[in-house]
């Protein structure tokens, strides 16, 4: 079976700019979460969608948006980009019923 | 809220050895997971162990087993027998909820040949 992938695999973008990352979660898995990891630290949690709805929302500013599709495959919006949003955008699925989650291979974005 | 906090920021140990990579943590919730995961140089995160905290019994996988004491709120990752490709980042995490995973700043495990 695949596993969760991420697209695209690095993105560079300007300040000011918007970006859109896209995932698609593991066959099965009705919950996706995306994750920023910037260089040297632990991920940070942003979102959580299960069944096409927020579920959780970590401490992020409002330029972070998500949706989740139909197929629960999702996208992670981020407006007005900073230098600061430079990170690894992780993304996980995980199984209804299960705590475990499994990551993508996470899109590297850089803001110059 | 949760915290999250690995105190070794490397560990080295040599082939075919044990290490015991650290993790204390800290949470309001009653039912939560515990979990260590796995990054190699190629950054995808790999998950390695996980622990119910409603389970009194260490979770064991092949070489890699935890150290839970609940009432002290730490999650120790013992690796035996040592290879390298154990080599990576290793974070320890906390959550299960709608709030997503709480994740430490990670131990860097090196494997001296």
């Known amino acids: 079976d695949a596993g969760v992938t991420q697209s695209p695999t690095h993105l560079i973008k300007t300040r000011g700019q918007q970006v859109t990352l896209r995932c698609s979660p593991i066959?099965?898995?009705?919950?996706v979460s995306w994750y920023q990891q910037v260089l040297g630290q632990g991920p940070q949690f942003i979102f959580q969608?299960?069944?096409?709805?927020?579920?959780g929302r970590g401490n992020f500013p409002d330029r972070f948006s998500a949706r989740q599709f139909p197929n629960y495959s999702s996208e992670l919006n981020v407006n007005a980009l900073l230098l600061g949003d430079s990170a690894l955008y992780l993304c996980?699925?995980?199984?209804?019923?299960?705590?475990?989650?499994?990551f993508g291979p996470g899109t590297r974005l850089t803001v110059t | 809220a949760q915290t999250v906090t690995q105190s070794q920021p490397e560990m080295s140990v040599q082939e075919a050895e044990t290490v015991t990579l650290s993790c204390t943590y800290d949470?309001?919730?009653?039912?939560?997971?515990l979990f260590w995961y796995k990054q190699p140089p190629s950054r995808q995160m790999i998950l390695v162990i996980r622990?119910?905290?409603?389970?009194?019994q260490n979770a064991t996988e092949n070489r890699f087993s935890v150290n839970f004491q609940k009432a002290a709120k730490s999650f120790s990752l013992k690796i035996s027998d040592s290879q390298l490709g154990d080599a990576a980042m290793y974070f320890c995490?906390?959550?299960?909820?709608?709030?997503?995973?709480?994740f430490g700043k990670g131990t860097h495990l090196i494997i001296q040949p």
């Open positions: 996980a699925s995980r199984h209804s019923g299960k705590n475990e989650q499994y």
């Open positions: 066959s099965g898995h009705k919950s």
């Open positions: 969608y299960y069944e096409k709805e927020e579920r």
């Open positions: 949470t309001s919730e009653s039912d939560y997971y």
């Open positions: 622990q119910e905290a409603y389970k009194q």
């Open positions: 995490a906390c959550g299960g909820g709608a709030d997503g995973l709480t």
